[in-house]
């Protein structure tokens, strides 16, 4: 929790400047000055720096040199806004096709939150954290640069956020990586890479090359893995699979509740796999070679067109007829009740008799999903 003697402070650069106190009503101007006063330790663990948007940032935000943190808590936060600092709106990182990266750092355990940031237009990678730990984006964009969207090494969270357009993957992680509520497509590689972690509630679709996949889980480790409430699109294209699990040192990974369809295969749990996996109430259809590959367990699955609201609008809610609502598993089904849970990563509510409502990654915190 936050103490009595934390500050707020404010960067505006469209009215800032960094001569200014970067108190309320005195904004500094550039990510720079801020960066600057958090190596001065004027900013410290626990305090708040409110971005506001409208202008972009044309600069790079190298934290390497903030100071460390291992305290759960004590996170420097950084929140995008509009007009107001709880309206959500988001900040901009404009790399304009000539900056390498929006932003960088290269040390571990900083525990950094950013919230309502795009970073885009970047010649390079637009996130580049290649060895950072803990750090939490939440309602984030990362979209059309050079490289990656996100690059990120251990144990860090996405909550809501989206990544497109970029020419490397949408996102590249390390272990233990949560993603809740993420959208991520059309980028030219993986939509999602990671050496382990889990992904909750994720919509994966316009892939890009012809051998790339929605789900990649590779690499050396020995952290927990699964895979829930997942839709995955490969669009009939050649040569692609929806996800794959290899490796000789991962614990099994559990796909629950997931919707894989025109792929070549669906699912690859390689045989290299310590074990294999886990699926369960999951949809398939419409994949040309194989829905899964070295799976084991019980293999509930819905089958049919998925009847999602928009597909060609990319609108992946259920339709009404969908064969994917109330076909999930829960606790319900544990228990030998009726299942309320859908497969997908938009839910709807359609218990007996009543109307059905759009919940979606709503149901677990607005934001760029909704």
Not at 171 to 183: A, R, Y
Not at 221 to 243: L, P, Q
Not at 309 to 337: C, K, W
Not at 355 to 364: L, S
Request: proline share 2%.
């Amino acid at each position: 929790m936050r103490g009595v003697s934390v500050t707020d402070y404010y960067v505006d650069a469209g009215s800032g400047d960094d001569a200014n106190t970067g108190l309320i009503g005195d904004p500094w101007a550039t990510l720079g000055k801020m960066t600057s006063e958090v190596v001065a330790a004027t900013i410290v663990n626990g305090d708040i720096v409110y971005v506001k948007g409208g202008t972009a940032y044309t600069e790079t935000m190298n934290t390497g040199s903030w100071p460390f943190t291992t305290t759960p808590g004590e996170s420097i936060q950084i929140i995008g806004y509009t007009t107001t600092i709880s309206d959500g709106g988001m900040f901009t990182i404009d790399g304009e096709s000539t900056r390498t990266n929006g932003l960088i750092t290269l040390v571990n355990d900083r525990r950094i939150i950013f919230r309502n940031m795009r970073v885009t237009g970047h010649t390079g990678t637009g996130c580049s954290y290649g060895q950072a730990d803990a750090l939490v984006f939440h309602n984030c964009r990362f979209d059309n640069n050079g490289s990656h969207g996100a690059l990120n090494d251990d144990y860090c969270h996405y909550f809501n956020c989206q990544s497109d357009g970029n020419s490397g993957d949408g996102f590249n992680t390390g272990f233990g990586t949560t993603f809740t509520g993420v959208l991520s497509f059309g980028n030219t590689s993986e939509q999602i890479t990671m050496t382990s972690g889990r992904v909750l509630f994720a919509e994966l679709y316009g892939l890009g090359g012809t051998t790339n996949r929605a789900i990649s889980m590779t690499g050396t480790g020995s952290n927990e893995n699964s895979i829930m409430h997942v839709i995955a699109d490969g669009e009939n294209s050649a040569s692609k699979t929806g996800f794959y699990i290899g490796n000789t040192t991962r614990f099994a990974c559990p796909v629950w509740n997931c919707s894989l369809y025109d792929f070549v295969e669906g699912i690859d749990f390689n045989s290299s796999c310590k074990q294999e996996g886990i699926v369960r109430y999951c949809h398939f259809h419409s994949n040309s070679t194989a829905d899964i590959t070295n799976a084991t367990g019980d293999l509930f699955s819905a089958s049919g067109a998925p009847l999602f609201t928009d597909e060609a609008n990319s609108d992946y809610s259920l339709g009404a007829s969908s064969p994917l609502i109330d076909a999930g598993f829960d606790a319900g089904a544990l228990d030998g009740g009726t299942s309320y849970m859908d497969i997908g990563g938009k839910q709807k509510e359609a218990a007996a008799g009543g109307a059905i409502v759009n919940q979606g990654v709503q149901a677990i915190e607005s934001g760029i999903m909704a």
